[in-house]
């Protein structure tokens, strides 16, 4: 279950590509798996994340997902105020679907190997004991480890200030 990855790629054809804002340059994963199950190899990213001297910025959205839509709009509608306080980051965009069910939702690290969702959390010692929610973000160290426990779902992000505040890692 291998993921194509790109930089910065959008959606062809799309009147609305679902994902990040281009303009934030992030690797995009999209698995040739879906709609039926989705794996998501992090190893790329962290290697990349190590030789930049970056954290990730992990946003895990679904195609289908209205309130996905809602927060890359705000992000793109804020790119010019929130840009900057995204260079510490490399911005990693999963893009999956409401369709894939959790138990087929997969995440792979060099040091964790493929896990389930649910064990990926506790793996990487996500404290959200919760059922899957889009959008989701997770900031990460370069190893692949928690910087901060982060809310996931509707409404995290709705305002400059609070997505400035969670990208200083303020708690």
Same mark, same amino acid.
């Given at each position: 279950? #291998? =993921?194509?990855?790109?930089?910065? &790629?959008?959606?062809?054809?799309? *009147?609305?590509?679902?994902?990040? %804002? !281009?303009?934030? #340059? =992030?690797?995009?994963?999209?698995? &040739?798996?879906?709609?039926?199950? *989705?794996?998501f190899?992090?190893g %790329? !990213?962290?290697?990349? =994340?190590?030789?930049?001297?970056?954290?990730?910025?992990?946003?895990?959205?679904?195609?289908?997902?209205?309130?996905?839509?809602?927060?890359?709009?705000?992000?793109?509608?804020?790119?010019?105020a929130?840009?900057?306080?995204?260079?510490?980051?490399l911005?990693?965009?999963?893009?999956?679907?409401l369709?894939?069910?959790?138990?087929?939702?997969?995440?792979?690290?060099?040091?964790?190997?493929?896990?389930?969702?649910?064990?990926?959390?506790?793996?990487?010692?996500?404290?959200?004991?919760r059922?899957?929610?889009?959008?989701?973000?997770?900031?990460?160290?370069?190893?692949?480890?928690?910087l901060?426990?982060?809310?996931?779902?509707?409404?995290?992000?709705?305002?400059?200030?609070?997505?400035?505040?969670v990208?200083?890692?303020?708690?």
């Amino acid at each position: 279950m #291998g =993921a194509t990855l790109l930089a910065g &790629a959008g959606v062809a054809g799309a *009147a609305r590509p679902h994902g990040l %804002p !281009a303009a934030y #340059g =992030a690797m995009v994963q999209q698995p &040739a798996t879906l709609p039926r199950s *989705a794996e998501f190899d992090l190893g %790329p !990213a962290l290697a990349r =994340a190590r030789a930049e001297g970056k954290r990730l910025y992990v946003y895990l959205s679904a195609d289908d997902c209205a309130y996905c839509r809602r927060y890359e709009a705000f992000l793109a509608a804020n790119h010019e105020a929130l840009k900057s306080h995204f260079s510490p980051y490399l911005l990693v965009d999963l893009r999956s679907s409401l369709r894939v069910p959790v138990r087929e939702l997969r995440f792979k690290t060099p040091t964790l190997g493929s896990l389930p969702y649910a064990e990926f959390q506790k793996a990487i010692g996500d404290e959200r004991a919760r059922q899957l929610v889009y959008p989701s973000v997770w900031l990460l160290d370069a190893q692949g480890q928690p910087l901060m426990q982060m809310p996931a779902g509707a409404g995290t992000f709705e305002t400059v200030p609070e997505q400035i505040e969670v990208l200083q890692l303020v708690q």
